[in-house]
């Protein structure tokens, strides 16, 4: 069942996975095709599992949903999809996240990083890892708790109001409250990374404009993390009247 | 742990989630391609897939869009009072030096007993990857303490930094919880015997809730 298809199989199949009717033997290719990434994938997330002692939570096959959407939306053929087979992981800040890269990357021979952070996708911040194992790419995808709630909240827009919010299209109210909110989410970030930077050159010879920095910092830094959740609560609840859900 | 969940998109539902072990990977796989035929020959339109996580608050909390609306995703993280949040960031992991030697990490207690916290080891990955070995049990592949009791033994070739961290077990759950890194020697006189520059006869870390 695991039969590898060939190059061009796989991407005649994707061809006709975009056709609007969807039929029942290619269901079963795709199957047939993702199955494929069984080993891979276990490998990976294996030895994230282990030598990491990180818990992701792991996708082992892309939905046919979600593949036929992004072979329509996308000038993409099926077999240069990496993201068939991945994991997720949820870290609790920029600084956790970053090093979590960092030990992946030590982890694995073969892996190309895709930071979205300072340049989004349409709003989507996170970093992607592509592990190259077996000839076939496992995808992690490692998220803040705020890039994730982000994302999340743009996904599940996307499913219930329009699709196209992924993408930065759907309705006026929804699109600003996306892009705002992914702008504080930044705006926050590269606040931390300020701080981390700040916090590392204490101890040395630092100026008292630094010293004030810090302080300045640490004095509202709860209070800001829930100036972002209060921000996108109250836009959400305009929106909300708006769109009538 | 697996789960296969059946998702309408436009209504933003879950429409059938199931549950398997680990073992069960391939009947999970079968199940997901009977269920993608037959909404293929009824019509329908949903998402098929199957997520795999160590438990379902974690799977849950990587994947909220199938389980919340959109309308309260932001709300329920902004009930989380300030005060919580910055505790959680600072309490929930721990970081604790130690020598070169052998130690026990042992999951000592946990405020919830019922559902008591995850305790993951790890080797901060600041320090040398080489330098520091976690000693599982024969059974288990990950370096996690499920329960008071459970424990697992760190070999140190040279000074380490181990990440020590509380993970509720379900959603909302406590982290509350106290790890003991304890020594373990044969007598030699080549033993090491402390934990930490301040911790001779081991150290008792607390993970608050």
Redesign the interface.
Known sequence: MTTDLSKTQIDKLGNRLKSDELLEPDVQQLDQYRRTFAEPYEHVVGLIRSSLGLEPTGRPAKSTTAIREKLHRESIRLSQIQDIAGCRLVVENIEAQDRTVENLKAQFDDVTVVDRREKSSHGYRAVHLIVRFGGKPIEVQIRTTFQHLWAELSEKLADVVDPAIKYGGGPQGAQDLLAIGSEMISRRERQYVRFAELSLAQGQNISPEMEAEIAAIRATDEQLDADIMNGLTEMIEKLSTKVGT | MLFLIDYD????QIVKMERYDDSE?NRA?EE??SL??NH??SGV??????????NEA??R?????YF????T???N??Q?D??D??A??QQ??HSVDIDRGLFLVRYATAADTTNPP?I????D??SD?NSAM?ILHPDD????LSRPGSSLVVRALERSTL?I?S?PSRANGSTAASVRIEPLIQGNDTDNLTVGPRAPAGITLMMTA
């Not at chain 2, 339109?45 to 160590?54: D, K, P, Q």
């Not at chain 2, 919340?68 to 309308?71: K, Q």
């Not at chain 2, 993951?120 to 080797?123: K, W």
Request: net charge positive; proline share 5%.
């Open positions: 998109r436009r209504k933003g990977r796989n997901r391609l993608e035929i293929i020959r339109e949903r998402e098929v897939v199957i997520l795999e996580a160590a974690s799977m909390n990587t994947h909220r869009r919340e609306n959109w309308e995703l932001a709300r993280e902004a989380i300030p005060r949040r910055l959680r960031k929930q992991q995850l993951g080891v790890s080797l990955p600041r990857a976690l592949d990950r370096p996690i990440l961290e993970t």
